[in-house]
């Protein structure tokens, strides 16, 4: 595999000098700046060998780097060694920006080059802003790697659905009506929407386009006064056909969007520049007055309305009675030696798939036993796979797609003898988890003034976890979804009923074990206060907290109470849908402690 690297990164080179390159940045995106993206465009991974899902290669003539953050940095040393491709850990104080590394290597005068497709508008406007200071040029190149990615998988084609009303709560129509006055108090005639999940949410469509993403690759112009479905033919059904035609939705093909840009005579038109990429923006007539700011969708979208919120509520449900049946099992199999990281998985899929309504993962499931679990992503491989023991700890990090929506939890399950060091650990994210569960905060609050409540237990230790706290998830949609955050970075988007977001602190140590508590919540209001009124977070993940890693002296009554009442309500919820042994398993797991 690494000579296979070697001599890809070594074709790439090839083409540098008849195209006058001096350096090619190659990201993990795709033409929609999506966080998963489609075989076809796993640029950054076919031509470095890492397979994380974020990173970004820099190839030079003589030197090549790769840039990730914390979540890969154990993945990414052992995928890198070998390669000639270096290692760039983000958010180290060592560590130089891309920008940096190129003004290190580049002489003034030079370029560096990027396919305009893969980089937002934003982005190639703060590289060039960067790079100017030292003299160097941005040069919008195509895609480098079309005449020497000989087997590269095409563009998906698989056909797009439509997702029923009892699902989505809102028709279409509704959805455009609703984005269309939200143009109209901005004095804007069109939208052009590039996120797909924003254009699922919208049209009311799904596909399966993206693995574990039930999304369809296409663009989306609305005007105040017609729809346009930028999508290749083959993925429109004539089912969906007659239902875009009935919204009065127009066709064009995929491929075709610049052309249809660079002729649009409308007034003006919306783009946000963080989720549009450069070739897009580069494409609209000149003569159309370009608005930049966010796209109305991704608001609408993040607030859940009463149908969707039902549906998670029931989703949750079924995907706790899987998780019971998945932790009983669990349970009673460490012990003959036989469960590996790899059987595991396949068998939470087993007790998953035979929920109604669902559709599949909602990303590959994170099994990481002892050190595994403290690699951030880690994703076992027959290679790394190893055998589970009576114990030390389980990190297990998994979720489902269902029609009436999405769901993601991690677990930290003590299979047998743990260390005071573990213990402790384990308390203390729990500490930090059910401080921001308890969270009530004045509305207008914002994500990163709450970031604090889940990193305290654990930043009086001086530890620290170097990746969000909360991040939003998609009603049959993403699982990382925005706007809204809890993270230590500023993010202006404040909480608002109806938002969904994930709490899940963590700590790792590398070599020995990784913690990480992951319950899903929904903003609620919590009545008036002073100077106005108050939310709260309702926990809408079901399924038991592992009760062996607690040291119950280092918890207050109040988080005892906390947990108490939280499992009181897993077994009132899901003990109706289990068989008498499995009601039995349930009721020792969520006993007070």
Same mark, same amino acid.
């Given at each position: 595999?690494?000579?296979?690297?070697?001599?890809?990164?070594?074709?790439?080179?090839?083409?540098?000098?008849?195209?006058?390159i001096k350096a090619f940045i190659i990201p993990s995106t795709d033409p929609h700046l999506s966080e998963y993206v489609?075989?076809?465009?796993?640029?950054?991974?076919?031509?470095?060998?890492? @397979?994380?899902?974020?990173?970004?290669?820099?190839?030079?003539?003589?030197? %090549?780097?790769?840039?990730?953050?914390?979540?890969?940095?154990?993945?990414?040393?052992?995928?890198?060694?070998?390669?000639?491709? $270096?290692?760039?850990?983000?958010?180290?104080?060592?560590?130089?920006?891309?920008?940096?590394?190129?003004?290190?290597?580049?002489?003034?005068?030079?370029?560096?080059?990027?396919?305009?497709?893969?980089?937002?508008?934003?982005? !190639?406007?703060?590289?060039?802003?960067?790079?100017?200071?030292?003299?160097?040029?941005?040069?919008?190149?195509?895609?480098?790697?079309?005449?020497?990615?000989?087997?590269?998988?095409?563009?998906?084609?698989?056909?797009?659905?439509?997702?029923?009303?009892?699902?989505?709560?809102?028709?279409?129509?509704?959805?455009?009506?609703?984005?269309?006055?939200?143009?109209?108090?901005? *004095?804007?005639?069109?939208?052009?929407?590039?996120?797909?999940?924003?254009? =699922?949410?919208? &049209?009311?469509?799904?596909?399966?386009?993206?693995?574990?993403?039930?999304?369809?690759?296409?663009?989306?112009?609305?005007?105040?006064?017609?729809?346009?479905?930028?999508?290749?033919?083959?993925?429109?059904?004539?089912?969906?056909?007659?239902?875009?035609?009935?919204?009065?939705?127009?066709?064009?093909?995929?491929?075709?969007?610049?052309?249809?840009?660079?002729?649009?005579s409308g007034e003006n038109i919306l783009i946000d520049p963080r989720k549009t990429n450069y070739a897009i923006y580069? %494409?609209?007539?000149?003569?159309?007055?370009?608005?930049?700011?966010?796209?109305?969708?991704? &608001? &609408?979208?993040?607030?859940?309305?009463?149908?969707?919120?039902?549906?998670?509520? %029931?989703?949750?449900?079924?995907?706790?009675?899987?998780?019971?049946?998945? /932790?009983?099992?669990?349970?009673?199999?460490?012990?003959?030696?036989?469960?590996?990281?790899?059987?595991?998985?396949?068998?939470?899929?087993?007790?998953?798939?035979?929920?109604?309504?669902?559709?599949?993962?909602?990303?590959?499931?994170?099994?990481?036993?002892?050190?595994?679990?403290?690699?951030?992503?880690?994703?076992? $491989?027959?290679?790394?796979?190893?055998?589970?023991?009576?114990?030390?700890?389980?990190?297990?990090?998994?979720?489902?797609?269902?029609?009436?929506?999405?769901?993601?939890?991690?677990?930290?399950?003590?299979?047998?003898?743990? @260390?005071?060091?573990?213990?402790?650990?384990?308390?203390?994210?729990?500490?930090?988890?059910?401080?921001?569960?308890?969270?009530?905060?004045? =509305?207008?609050?914002? *994500?990163?003034?709450?970031? !604090?409540?889940?990193?305290?237990?654990?930043?009086?230790?001086?530890?620290?976890?170097?990746?969000?706290?909360?991040?939003?998830?998609?009603?049959?949609?993403? !699982?990382?979804? *925005?706007?809204?955050?809890?993270?230590?970075?500023?993010?202006?988007?404040? &909480?608002?009923?109806?938002?969904?977001?994930?709490?899940?602190?963590?700590?790792?140590?590398?070599?020995?074990?990784?913690?990480?508590?992951?319950?899903? $919540?929904?903003?609620?209001?919590?009545?008036? *206060?002073?100077?106005?009124?108050? /939310?709260?977070?309702? $926990?809408?993940?079901?399924?038991?907290?592992?009760?062996?890693?607690?040291?119950?002296?280092?918890?207050?009554?109040?988080?005892?109470?906390?947990?108490?009442?939280?499992?009181?309500?897993?077994?009132?919820?899901?003990?109706?849908?289990?068989?008498?042994?499995?009601? !039995?398993?349930?009721?020792?797991?969520?006993?007070?402690?």
């Amino acid at each position: 595999m690494k000579q296979n690297i070697k001599e890809r990164v070594h074709a790439l080179r090839m083409t540098f000098h008849p195209n006058y390159i001096k350096a090619f940045i190659i990201p993990s995106t795709d033409p929609h700046l999506s966080e998963y993206v489609a075989p076809h465009w796993m640029s950054r991974e076919w031509i470095s060998g890492f @397979t994380g899902s974020a990173g970004t290669a820099v190839i030079l003539m003589d030197k %090549a780097g790769l840039w990730t953050d914390s979540r890969y940095f154990l993945q990414a040393e052992k995928e890198l060694e070998g390669s000639g491709i $270096t290692l760039y850990k983000e958010m180290l104080p060592e560590t130089p920006s891309i920008t940096e590394f190129l003004c290190q290597h580049l002489k003034p005068g030079e370029s560096v080059s990027i396919d305009g497709k893969m980089f937002s508008v934003q982005q !190639v406007e703060q590289m060039k802003e960067e790079l100017a200071v030292h003299q160097l040029q941005v040069d919008i190149f195509g895609d480098p790697l079309k005449n020497i990615w000989k087997d590269r998988p095409s563009i998906p084609d698989s056909p797009a659905f439509i997702y029923d009303i009892k699902y989505a709560g809102k028709s279409c129509e509704e959805k455009i009506s609703a984005i269309r006055s939200e143009l109209k108090k901005k *004095g804007v005639y069109a939208l052009f929407i590039s996120a797909l999940d924003e254009i =699922a949410w919208t &049209l009311n469509l799904r596909g399966n386009d993206v693995h574990c993403n039930p999304v369809i690759v296409s663009y989306l112009l609305i005007t105040q006064d017609e729809v346009t479905y930028f999508v290749s033919p083959e993925k429109v059904t004539p089912e969906v056909e007659t239902y875009l035609k009935k919204q009065q939705i127009g066709i064009q093909k995929y491929d075709e969007v610049e052309t249809f840009l660079n002729s649009f005579s409308g007034e003006n038109i919306l783009i946000d520049p963080r989720k549009t990429n450069y070739a897009i923006y580069s %494409a609209i007539h000149p003569k159309c007055s370009i608005i930049r700011g966010e796209s109305p969708v991704t &608001l &609408l979208k993040a607030i859940r309305n009463e149908q969707e919120i039902a549906g998670i509520h %029931a989703a949750m449900q079924r995907d706790g009675v899987a998780l019971v049946r998945f /932790l009983k099992w669990l349970e009673e199999s460490v012990s003959t030696g036989k469960e590996t990281e790899l059987s595991i998985d396949k068998k939470l899929h087993e007790f998953r798939a035979a929920q109604p309504l669902y559709m599949g993962e909602s990303f590959d499931t994170i099994a990481g036993y002892k050190e595994h679990g403290a690699i951030v992503h880690y994703s076992a $491989t027959p290679e790394s796979d190893v055998p589970l023991q009576p114990k030390g700890f389980l990190l297990l990090d998994s979720g489902a797609q269902y029609l009436d929506g999405t769901t993601d939890i991690t677990r930290t399950i003590a299979l047998g003898e743990l @260390t005071e060091e573990e213990k402790t650990d384990y308390t203390l994210i729990l500490k930090g988890h059910i401080a921001l569960a308890m969270a009530k905060f004045p =509305a207008g609050t914002r *994500g990163a003034q709450l970031d !604090v409540l889940a990193r305290m237990p654990i930043w009086n230790h001086r530890m620290n976890f170097l990746h969000g706290t909360g991040h939003g998830v998609g009603h049959f949609l993403s !699982v990382h979804e *925005g706007p809204q955050s809890i993270r230590m970075n500023e993010n202006p988007v404040i &909480l608002q009923p109806g938002m969904i977001t994930s709490n899940e602190p963590g700590v790792y140590k590398a070599g020995s074990h990784g913690i990480r508590t992951e319950n899903l $919540t929904l903003v609620c209001k919590d009545g008036e *206060g002073m100077f106005g009124e108050y /939310l709260k977070f309702e $926990t809408i993940t079901l399924c038991p907290i592992c009760k062996k890693g607690i040291i119950k002296e280092m918890l207050t009554k109040e988080e005892i109470e906390w947990l108490n009442n939280y499992h009181q309500t897993v077994y009132e919820k899901l003990s109706p849908d289990l068989n008498e042994e499995e009601k !039995v398993w349930l009721q020792e797991a969520t006993t007070s402690i």
